[in-house]
DNA sequence: CCGCGGGCCTGAGAGC
DNA sequence: TGCTCTCAGGCCCGCG
């Protein structure tokens, strides 16, 4: 499910409830997400205090009061929920509606304050990894990581050096996590469609003869940080899985212009064109042949 | 370096 | 009703 805004929407919901607050104890309730979880993944959580929780890409990272940083990623299906103690509810107990499936509730942290805290994830594409914070910068997961799409760093002249020697399409370029990392299929199916660009066209075509940023560079940039603001006011998209902290939905989705909209008239003004989808790189790409060019 | 196919998992929806 | 097939917000690996 979670691209950036997803997990930046679930960073804000998990912050009141997460951050300065003390993990009375942690359940998992089985012995794998992705992969096994560490032998000492409860040892090193229970009883420690959430000094910060961040996020870099599409990952979540909550340091300790141990020195420890516990390293989460949704994969396709992962979400949060959080529960907060009321009235008659007795520290630990929690109640979600009746409608809510539960069963993938593989992990329950239980804030010393009386929060509870359910990761979910039903297909377990995503993981949970303890890491010593003086180690982070050699965590190979996090390692290899371009920059933040939405940072100071990330701009068109970066963006037209990483892509100035690549022979591969803007849509694969920008799904590659080491030239900008965050994105995923949908937002960069909308930012292109945003920037009038092409998923096919060559990424290296971002840059001009030296390796500095073209106009179409610049206007690229502009689309992902837009599309990126937007969803993340919007509190992210909810097509299957994804949900706030609360339960309630985001509605990004709502102002999809092309992605998951095969067969409608393109949204692009005095556009006549319809929008297409085609498999690249083995993901769907939908985008208007008419004006993405 | 690149694209491709397959794998990891479960569940929803379509078609029969 | 139920079966079978395809597809899904991610990411990794090996092959040619």
């Excluded at 701009?155 to 399409?169: E, V």
Aim: charged letters at 25%; hydrophobic letters at 40%.
């Amino acid at each position: 499910m979670p691209e950036l805004p997803e997990v930046e929407t679930v960073r804000r919901g998990l912050q009141p409830v997460m951050e300065g607050q003390r993990i009375a104890r942690v359940e998992t309730r089985r012995g794998d997400l992705r992969f096994p979880f560490q032998s000492d993944f409860a040892a090193r959580l229970d009883g420690h205090v959430v000094t910060g929780l961040g996020r870099r890409a599409k990952y979540l990272l909550a340091d300790l009061d141990s020195g420890d940083v516990l390293v989460m990623h949704l994969g396709m299906s992962g979400s949060f929920r959080v529960a907060l103690p009321e009235g008659e509810t007795t520290p630990g107990d929690f109640h979600y509606p009746r409608s809510e499936n539960r069963t993938h509730d593989h992990v329950v942290f239980h804030m010393a304050s009386g929060a509870v805290i359910a990761f979910n994830d039903p297909r377990r594409f995503g993981f949970m990894k303890i890491v010593a914070r003086a180690a982070i910068d050699n965590e190979p997961m996090l390692k290899g990581l371009g920059p933040e799409p939405l940072g100071n760093a990330f701009d068109a002249a970066m963006l037209a050096q990483a892509c100035a020697g690549k022979a591969t399409s803007l849509k694969a370029a920008l799904l590659d996590q080491r030239v900008v990392a965050g994105l995923g299929n949908i937002y960069v199916c909308e930012a292109l469609f945003r920037a009038h660009l092409s998923p096919k066209r060559q990424a290296a075509t971002l840059a001009d003869r030296k390796g500095g940023p073209t106009d179409r560079a610049r206007h690229l940039v502009g689309s992902i940080h837009d599309v990126l603001n937007a969803a993340i006011k919007a509190g992210g998209s909810s097509l299957r899985d994804h949900r706030q902290t609360d339960g309630e939905l985001g509605y990004f989705q709502h102002s999809f212009q092309v992605y998951d909209q095969e067969g409608a008239p393109c949204k692009t003004p005095k556009c006549k064109g319809v929008v297409r989808r085609f498999t690249q790189n083995g993901r769907s790409t939908f985008w208007c042949p008419a004006c993405q060019k």
